[in-house]
């Protein structure tokens, strides 16, 4: 009975230093993803993101070329280009397992796995869109683009009203104003 307790100490032992290996390489790993960033830029260089190895957004850089566009069509920029930041995680996390633990366990290829999931690929670009029919303003400068506004016709004119007599206060009985029937002001 005494070899089978020396071979079960081998053999705990050998458990022990693989799983110590193992968390070796994991752990190199971990360093190596931790200081790993990915970043897109938008095709007219006007949106720049930068997400880190989570995928949480670290950078934003938005240039004075995006002024001229609406501030919709900037966001839908920015969310985009995170989405196609975060999808390139999973091709980095792959060549990290591949230089550091491996990616033939099992282990390997779930965590791989869950990092597809958490960040599928992006839909594709859309297509552009027509162009936004002009924006109304009113400027001064803007109205030489205006057409001339058809002249108002006034109004046709009104009869003349007869004239009214004048109206004069009628003096109440406890009307003590007496001013002498004169003017106040002389």
Same mark, same amino acid.
């Given at each position: 009975?005494?070899?089978?307790?020396?071979?079960?100490?081998?053999?705990?032992?050998?458990?022990?230093?693989?799983?110590?290996?193992?968390?070796?390489?994991?752990?190199?790993?971990?360093?190596?993803?931790?200081?790993?960033?990915?970043?897109?830029?938008?095709?007219?260089?006007?949106?720049?993101?930068?997400?880190?190895?989570?995928?949480?957004?670290?950078?934003?850089?938005?240039?004075?070329?995006?002024?001229?566009?609406?501030?919709?069509?900037?966001?839908?920029?920015?969310?985009?280009?995170?989405?196609?930041?975060?999808?390139?995680?999973?091709?980095?996390?792959?060549?990290?397992?591949?230089?550091?633990?491996?990616?033939?366990?099992?282990?390997?290829?779930?965590?791989?796995?869950? $990092?597809?999931?958490?960040? &599928?690929? @992006? *839909?594709?670009? /859309?297509? %552009?869109?027509? =162009?936004?029919?002009?924006? !109304? +303003?009113?400027?001064?400068?803007?109205?030489?683009?205006?057409?001339? $506004?058809?002249?108002?016709? &006034?109004? @046709? *004119?009104?009869? /003349?009203? %007869?004239?009214? =007599?004048?109206?004069?206060? !009628? +003096?109440?009985?406890?009307?003590?104003?007496?001013?002498?029937?004169?003017?106040?002001?002389?």
């Amino acid at each position: 009975m005494p070899d089978s307790i020396d071979a079960s100490d081998v053999m705990i032992d050998n458990w022990t230093k693989r799983l110590e290996e193992n968390a070796a390489r994991y752990q190199a790993l971990a360093d190596r993803m931790q200081g790993q960033s990915v970043t897109e830029r938008s095709k007219d260089g006007s949106v720049q993101v930068t997400v880190d190895s989570r995928g949480l957004l670290k950078n934003l850089v938005i240039t004075e070329a995006a002024a001229g566009k609406r501030m919709a069509e900037v966001s839908a920029q920015v969310m985009q280009l995170v989405q196609r930041a975060q999808a390139r995680i999973p091709e980095l996390l792959q060549q990290a397992m591949a230089e550091t633990t491996g990616t033939g366990d099992q282990a390997a290829a779930e965590i791989i796995r869950e $990092a597809q999931s958490t960040f &599928p690929e @992006p *839909p594709p670009d /859309p297509e %552009p869109a027509s =162009p936004e029919p002009p924006v !109304r +303003r009113f400027l001064p400068e803007d109205t030489e683009e205006q057409p001339p $506004a058809a002249p108002r016709t &006034p109004p @046709p *004119p009104q009869p /003349p009203r %007869p004239p009214q =007599p004048p109206r004069h206060r !009628r +003096r109440a009985d406890n009307d003590d104003d007496d001013f002498f029937g004169g003017p106040i002001l002389s």
